[in-house]
Structures are given as C-alpha cells and as structure tokens.
C-alpha cells in the first residue's frame, strides 16, 4: 500500500489548495528572477559586453570608481609595457545629457551613457548600420536603446554643457545600457569635451586623461609592481559591476525578497505538511502495526510532498513564464534559464526540507494507538 499517494487522490481539493499555493510561490520566483536578471542587464549589460577581462582605476577611488577614478597616460602606457599584458588602452566613462537638434525627433532629450575609446581599439564597437568610429568629427555610434527613442544615423545630438554637436555614425544593434541609460560609444577626444564639459580646444592637461585603463590579462599575470609604480588598482571586470549606478544596491534589495520568498515557501510547506501528518496520525499507525517499516513509512510520505511539489511548482513556472515573455519591452525584466532553474529548484528543495521536519513526526507514531491504547 501507498498510503501517502493514495491521500493525494482522496483528499483532491487539500492538496490542489496546497499546490495553488506552492505554484504562487513558483510564480513570483520567476517573476522575481526575471526582474533581477533584467535589472542587472540594465545596470551592467554595457561593461560585460566589453572585450576586457580588468579595469584598473586610480588607488584613491575605492567606490563608484567610473566617476571617481582618472588615469594618465603615462598609467596606460606602464601597464602596455608590463609583463602577462597583453592589452591595455584608455578608457573613458561618463553620463550626459543631450537633445536631438537634427533629426526625425529635432528637441527631443536623451541621457546617455557615453564610453569613450580609441577607434581602432578592440573596444570599439562594430555597428550593424553605419560606420564606425574615427578620430574627430565627434561622431558617435549608438546602441538599440537609443536607437528605439527615434534617433538614427545622421541625426545631430548636442550636449547640454559643452554644446558638442554629436552625429549618429552608426547604430549598434544591440540593447546594452549602463545605470539603466543607453550605451553610445565615442572617440576619446570627444568623450573628454562631454566629461569636462568644455567647448573648443582641449587643455593638454585634459587630452591626456582617461576614466580607467582597460586591461585584457594573460592567467596567473603579477600586476602588484605595475600597480605600486602607476598608483592604480586593476579590479576584475566582474568587480566593476559594483561601480554601476544602483547596481550593488538593487542586486541586494532582490536577494534579500528572493530568500524571503524562499524561507516562506519552506515554512509554508512545512506547517502544511505538519498538519497533514498529525491528522493522519491513526492510518500511520495502523501501518506500523501491520509491520511496515518507519522508513518505508517516511519513503511513502516524502513521495507525496515531492509529487505535491514538482508538479505545483511547475505549474507555476510555466505560469511565471508567460508573464515574464509579456513584460520583456514593458520593464526591465530578462528571462534567464540558469536563474529560473535555481529559482524553481530552491522552491522544491526549501519545500522537501520544511516538509523533512514535518513527517519526522511519523517516527515516533506507536503502532499501539491503532489498536485502541490512547482509549
């Protein structure tokens, strides 16, 4: 006899109030996930798609370092020369305002994340329309994001401090973004009239300053004596993320509700199954009485909470996918199959640990009580 599977068929509308509840859970975990992965693209999506493995800043800044940090050339130079280097080139980072002052959306504004670059750099990017960059003309290539507010090639964006008039070269299609503000990509002599925010000539002191220096490293590199001699630290690119507008803290306001929702979902599962087990309590002793063994006993009932369980959740999984797949566009969400599978494999593996401590109840079950010793 399968006494805990058999409950699953006789006790139909428990266990479907159960699993609703469990799919719910399933549901906000995808939604959850899709929210964190969206929002983490928004932040960060432009960094990770730079072909760099470093970034090394100025020492003294020790967080928000895009905005903090500022090199020399003779930093970018040390570091090209530095044995287990095998890239390293001047990197420019900065956020702007600008309008559409010629084009199909002439007054409309537009914030934008601009990174500067050399334009024969493997930085640079390769548009999909258009073409790429070249030293002067103040030329820039913009990615979907901003491509999608009506701007496109050939249309004039000017800056709001330093009135450099930017023409659209090119369009990369692709949707990248840094602090949730789209991605455009520009020569370094333009990026340094944005970030200062002066028009005309450059000062020399000026034209020979970047953001930060990226690097492309060999395995097992020793970068510790380049450092002390430049004064700068070389960070992982992953560690730039914490840089990021928002990045750190958004990432910790979501881990903080995803292990909330988990805890629930164990805690929820649990106390279903605690009562469940007590009031069956007579039919599991009488099971002990006919001689079966506790841990058939426990087999059979962790059989029910993991039937109960994986079928609820993916229910709820694929309910979560729907209406992940209709907000893509509508906010930053992303799906991510590595994310779903932690979020929906947590639920089912919190859920089995809550509902362990439930049945360890059936252990101490006298089989006595089926024949009438509690009277």
């Excluded at 006790?11 to 609703?20: D, E």
């Excluded at 070249?134 to 030329?139: L, Q, R």
Aim: no cysteine; glycine share 12%.
């Amino acid at each position: 006899m399968f006494l805990a599977l058999r409950d699953l068929r006789f006790a139909r509308g428990r266990f479907a109030l159960m699993g609703a509840v469990v799919a719910l859970i399933a549901v906000l975990g995808v939604l959850l996930s899709g929210l964190a992965s969206g929002l983490a693209d928004a932040g960060i999506s432009g960094l990770r798609a730079l072909p760099v493995t470093h970034m090394a800043f100025d020492e003294t800044a020790t967080s928000e370092q895009f905005s903090r940090s500022t090199v020399e050339r003779e930093d970018w130079q040390a570091w090209s020369k530095a044995p287990g280097v095998k890239r390293a080139e001047p990197f420019g980072n900065t956020l702007a305002n600008a309008r559409v002052t010629r084009g199909a959306e002439k007054g409309e504004q537009v914030n934008l994340a601009v990174f500067g670059m050399a334009p024969d750099s493997p930085l640079a990017p390769r548009p999909t329309e258009g073409r790429g960059l070249h030293d002067g003309g103040a030329g820039i290539v913009i990615t979907r994001e901003i491509a999608d507010l009506g701007v496109g090639v050939g249309d004039v964006l000017t800056a709001d401090r330093s009135e450099v008039p930017l023409k659209v070269v090119g369009v990369l299609d692709e949707k990248v973004s840094y602090g949730h503000i789209g991605i455009v990509y520009t020569d370094l002599d333009t990026w340094r009239h944005l970030h200062y925010g002066l028009p005309g000539e450059l000062p020399e002191a000026a034209r020979e300053q970047a953001t930060a220096v990226a690097l492309t490293l060999a395995d097992g590199a020793d970068v510790a004596a380049v450092e002390k001699a430049t004064g700068t630290r070389a960070d992982s690119k992953e560690t730039t993320y914490g840089a990021s507008p928002g990045y750190t803290a958004e990432s910790s306001t979501m881990a903080l509700i995803k292990g909330f929702l988990y805890a629930i979902s164990a805690l929820v599962v649990g106390a279903f199954f605690t009562v469940w087990t007590v009031q069956r309590k007579a039919e599991i002793a009488l099971l002990k009485a006919l001689g079966a063994p506790t841990a058939y006993i426990l087999r059979d009932a962790l059989a029910q909470v993991l039937a109960v369980l994986l079928g609820a959740t993916a229910v709820g999984t694929a309910a979560g996918l729907a209406l992940g797949s209709a907000m893509i566009g509508k906010a930053p969400f992303s799906l991510s199959a590595p994310a779903i599978a932690t979020s929906a494999g947590l639920l089912v593996g919190l859920g089995i640990v809550g509902a362990v401590v439930a049945v360890r109840r059936i252990t101490a079950v006298d089989p006595l009580t089926a024949l009438g010793a509690a009277r």
